[in-house]
């Protein structure tokens, strides 16, 4: 091979080829989770080991939602977790991943966002309003992605009711036997008959935002919800504003009569034969000049 046939230099690569595929909603949820998760730790205050400014700030308080209207904590409680339980994220964050992919894929990502942040809403509406009617004593706390993941578990039980989990990544069930397993468990939770599997002795469990989660899930799935579609009805209604009235009159050539030039046009030739083209007004000439321009349009 002689020289002149080598290439020398760098290859080059289709652009399209090497670009890195867009991350995924589910993966920025993640990552937003994990973030706050940091904020929290770094945060944290030696003399309360069990919270952060974060958290204080973040999670879902009875009083401080009810009486102090800070509304925000519907959703910003659903990215806090323990600090003191680390699977608490590691297991919400497990179960996102695995299960809304799946459903990511079957709504779309702009409708699995709207999703995952609505229930978490929902979820926190019904862990609050318990907390108010069976109040204990102090304040009243609640965190966690659980009532969200709890509605993405619903919808992938319900678009795929026979496909198996493998609990504990052992055991395989089809996943609509365990959505009757977890309404189970969460029930009898919210009941106070159930015992605490999950969690460390002390810690308590958000069976009113489980429920909750569950709930908003299997709505959505009944009714056919459209939770983005919905949203871009009510901005393009917002949009539709009747325009301030002025004297400004607007011309429509689709809706006017069609304006009869000839008997307009006659006496200003008839005007020009008598006394010559100088002796029309500016109005004539108008007349004339719109004349022209409608019998061209109309050839």
Not at 65 to 70: D, E
Not at 183 to 198: C, E, I, K, Q, S
Request: aromatic share 12%.
């Amino acid at each position: 091979m002689g020289i002149s046939n080598r290439i020398f230099g760098s290859p080059t690569y289709n652009d399209q080829a090497v670009q890195r595929p867009p991350m995924s909603i589910v993966t920025k949820i993640i990552f937003v989770t994990i973030g706050v998760y940091l904020l929290q730790m770094l945060s944290h205050r030696a003399a309360v080991p069990t919270s952060s400014l974060a958290f204080d700030w973040l999670a879902l308080e009875r009083d401080l939602l009810f009486k102090s209207g800070q509304v925000w904590r519907l959703l910003t409680y659903a990215f806090c977790h323990s600090e003191t339980q680390l699977t608490h994220i590691v297991c919400n964050m497990l179960a996102l991943f695995f299960l809304g992919r799946i459903v990511s894929r079957t709504l779309g990502e702009r409708e699995f966002l709207a999703v995952y942040l609505t229930s978490a809403v929902f979820a926190g509406i019904v862990q609050a309003s318990s907390m108010a009617i069976w109040r204990s004593p102090g304040q009243d706390w609640t965190l966690g992605a659980s009532g969200a993941v709890s509605a993405v578990f619903v919808l992938f039980a319900m678009h795929y009711p026979k496909m198996k989990l493998y609990v504990f990544g052992i055991v395989p069930v089809q996943a609509r036997w365990l959505l009757l397993i977890a309404v189970a468990y969460d029930t009898l939770g919210f009941l106070g008959m159930a015992p605490n599997l999950f969690a460390a002795s002390g810690v308590k469990i958000g069976h009113a935002a489980h429920l909750g989660g569950l709930i908003f899930g299997f709505l959505y799935f009944q009714w056919h919800m459209n939770l983005t579609g919905w949203l871009g009805k009510v901005v393009g209604q917002a949009r539709e504003v009747q325009l301030p009235r002025t004297d400004l009159r607007v011309f429509n050539p689709g809706v006017q009569p069609e304006v009869d030039y000839s008997a307009q046009v006659d006496q200003i030739l008839a005007k020009i034969s008598e006394s010559g083209e100088g002796s029309l007004t500016d109005r004539e000439r108008r007349v004339l000049t719109q004349a022209s321009q409608h019998l061209k349009s109309s050839r």
